[in-house]
T-cell receptor, first 116, second 111 residues
Framework: GAVVSQHPSWVICKSGTSVKIECRSLDFQATTMFWYRQFPKQSLMLMAT?????????EQGVEKDKFLINHASLTLSTLTVTSAHPEDSSFYICSAASLGQNYGYTFGSGTRLTVV | KQEVTQIPAALSVPEGENLVLNCSFTDSAIYNLQWFRQDPGKGLTSLLL?????REQTSGRLNASLDKSSGRSTLYIAASQPGDSATYLCAVETSGSRLTFGEGTQLTVNP
């Protein structure tokens, strides 16, 4: 089945630094990738949608200059949290889809970000 | 705006029991509905995907139904096992390839 690899699985960083999270589709070409954020005991909230080669579309309230998304190829998308602050600490999950194929959505294993 | 609600929020059952998780959504104009499982601190594992034209899907001990007109889906788990303990999320896909998630049902199956 479709596999999405997300790295790192956890990261601790100091306030003010930037952190990059990678999301790779291993055995299919992902036309679209999605980035979600999940707070403890809450559901997933969509942050942004990115199509390969295009600028990401951000959800209302998500700062595009803070959460930089790159989707340069059909198998790789990255989320960079810039100038991280403790309130950015959360669980970030990516999802990849090959739209039009009715494969549904395949999720990465998530990244636990802790900003100290 | 699509809203997805899952009931109950938490459920604890003894091993071997059959159980039903409920999901409701406010806008019936969906493309599909998907049930996921999430273990603590992990990503999501897709369990079942029901297209809008379908009524149900089955995989092993899992059966999911969809009543699009009434905005409801159920996930039936037969003969529950301790390994089924996890949070179960339902999500509907609407226009623009958007997935809207419910807040999940936290299931505990006690040995």
């Amino acid at each position: 089945g479709a596999v999405v690899s997300q790295h790192p699985s956890w990261v601790i960083c100091k306030s003010g630094t930037s952190v990059k999270i990678e999301c790779r589709s291993l055995d299919f070409q992902a036309t679209t990738m999605f980035w979600y954020r999940q707070f403890p005991k809450q559901s997933l909230m969509l942050m942004a949608t990115s199509n390969e080669g295009s600028k990401a579309t951000y959800e209302q309230g998500v700062e595009k200059d803070k959460f930089l998304i790159n989707h340069a190829s059909l198998t790789l998308s990255t989320l960079t949290v810039t100038s991280a602050h403790p309130e950015d600490s959360s669980f970030y999950i990516c999802s990849a889809a090959s739209l039009g194929q009715n494969y549904g959505y395949t999720f990465g294993s998530g990244t636990r970000l802790t900003v100290v | 705006k699509q809203e997805v609600t899952q009931i109950p929020a938490a459920l604890s059952v003894p091993e071997g029991e059959n159980l039903v998780l409920n999901c409701s959504f406010t806008d019936s104009a969906i493309y599909n509905l998907q049930w996921f499982r999430q273990d603590p601190g992990k990503g999501l594992t897709s369990l079942l995907l029901i297209q809008s034209s379908q009524r149900e899907q089955t995989s092993g001990r899992l059966n999911a139904s969809l009543d699009k007109s009434s905005g409801r889906s159920t996930l039936y788990i037969a003969a529950s096992q301790p390994g089924d303990s996890a949070t179960y999320l339902c999500a509907v896909e609407t226009s623009g390839s958007r997935l809207t998630f419910g807040e999940g049902t936290q299931l505990t199956v006690n040995p």
